[in-house]
């Protein structure tokens, strides 16, 4: 009988990517947000969860397609601001337009390193290193939780120059990673590791604005074996610490510097927090 499992972008199975079983039959965060985003790299355990997260929050789609919007637009900014290099940690699938397509756009010859312990995402990569001639792009395999040793890659040290500003992407990361993993202390240390102007972009589910609903989704992502953590205002607030936060501060994820149809969206449907901020 023929092989029909569903093949990586290598044309291996993905049941079973260089020896890793992605487990296409449990529920995925990063397959879930592709689905929410109209991709294709999703399969029916995906989709059933994703079906019961939309049956407590209807917007759900909504809420990830703004949430990617704010990436595109603070990329750009940034990229306009004169950050050429960025370092966007728990990247997900390759939904097009990525990180570095938005940020080689204004400046081509811009540096991106990716950087995800997933082996989702690394049956992927290959999608994520497409950029232009004149810049680069990289991927790592590391985990967030360990921020000393994603930092001492070498792949990540020979692509990006330390002792330049660096733009820090975490969006829609954090909430996967609980108190108890010591969140705030990770984000400092990855703070602690940029000079002066780098940058820091991200993007964070809060029950601020629909905590029935919230508190829903929060069991179903546990119940399909993902932690999720919502955050108030405040608490996100906390992790750009004495950085300096750019107009219009924290906000909902349409409400920063809007340019597009999430301009119509309400705070409800993003019920996610955006930030930017630079080091001083």
């Known amino acids: 009988m023929a092989d029909v499992r569903p093949r990586s972008p290598g044309g291996k199975p993905m049941t079973d990517y260089d020896g890793v079983n992605l487990e296409l039959h449990r529920a995925h965060s990063a397959r879930m947000y592709d689905y929410f985003l109209g991709g294709v790299t999703n399969f029916a355990a995906d989709r059933e969860a994703a079906g019961r997260a939309k049956a407590v929050m209807p917007w759900i789609e909504t809420t990830a397609r703004i949430n990617r919007a704010f990436m595109h637009r603070s ?8 950050i050429d290099q960025f370092l966007d940690v728990g990247t997900g699938i390759p ?155 924290v906000v909902p994820t349409q409400r920063w510097r809007p340019d597009g149809p999430e301009v119509a969206a309400s705070d409800i449907e993003s019920s996610v927090y955006a930030a930017v901020a630079l080091k001083p």
């Open 95 to 249: 939904t097009s337009p990525n990180l570095h397509e938005i940020a080689q756009r204004v400046n081509p010859g811009a540096t991106v390193v990716y950087a995800d312990n997933d082996p989702i995402v690394l049956a992927h990569a290959k999608a994520l290193l497409i950029g232009t001639p004149e810049g680069r792009t990289a991927y790592v395999q590391a985990d967030v939780t360990d921020p000393a040793a994603l930092l001492a890659s070498a792949e990540l040290r020979e692509a990006l120059d330390f002792s330049r500003p660096i733009a820090l992407s975490l969006n829609a990361l954090l909430h996967f990673v609980p108190d108890e993993l010591g969140t705030y202390d990770i984000v400092e240390h990855f703070k602690g590791s940029l000079v002066s102007g780098s940058a820091l972009a991200m993007t964070h589910v809060t029950s601020d604005f629909a905590p029935t609903e919230i508190a829903r989704l929060v069991e179903i992502y546990q119940g399909a074996g993902t932690a999720l953590q919502s955050r108030s205002e405040q608490e996100f607030t906390r992790f750009f610490g004495d950085w300096e936060l750019v107009a219009p501060g």
């Open 75 to 82: 990329t750009r900014a940034l990229a306009e601001a004169g």
